[in-house]
């Protein structure tokens, strides 16, 4: 993606996003002082729960890139609702991204520069689906 394409997304997002925000807002019940002090907790389950609510973030959560992905990569919990649901809307797969060691089977390792403190992650392959039978 150039430049001029990710301003033009940028922008495409804030429009779309405006009113999504507001109503991801009226709707996440925030927890404070979890799981620590100090913490706020955004909760989305009542946005998952409500089918308008949940079906107006994930159209603003890819319309601005729609046909250009062939796959959705959710990161954890709450990614992997959202990565499911938005992948279902267009037609793509999925691409579960989790802490390293919690994978059983083949997985990809993400890299990071040696002068982060970042997790390592690890990625499922994308495989392709069996044949059904006939």
């Not at 907790?41 to 601005?64: G, I, Q, S």
């Not at 890139?65 to 796959?71: C, M, S």
């Not at 990569?73 to 938005?86: K, P």
């Amino acid at each position: 993606m150039n430049q001029s394409e990710l301003h033009q997304t940028t922008m495409t997002m804030n429009e779309i996003t405006a009113p999504v925000d507001e109503l991801i807002s009226s709707l996440c019940a925030t927890i404070p002082d979890y799981p620590k002090p100090g913490i706020v907790f955004k909760d989305l389950t009542p946005v998952f729960a409500d089918a308008a609510a949940l079906k107006a973030v994930v159209d603003a959560l890819v319309e601005p890139f729609k046909g250009r992905f062939d796959a959705v990569a959710g990161v954890e919990a709450r990614g992997f609702l959202l990565a499911a649901a938005a992948a279902y809307a267009t037609g793509t797969g999925v691409i579960t991204v989790r802490k390293a060691g919690k994978l059983p089977r083949k997985w990809f390792p993400r890299t990071t520069p040696s002068n982060t403190a970042a997790p390592p992650w690890n990625c499922t392959p994308r495989t392709s689906l069996p044949a059904a039978a006939s």
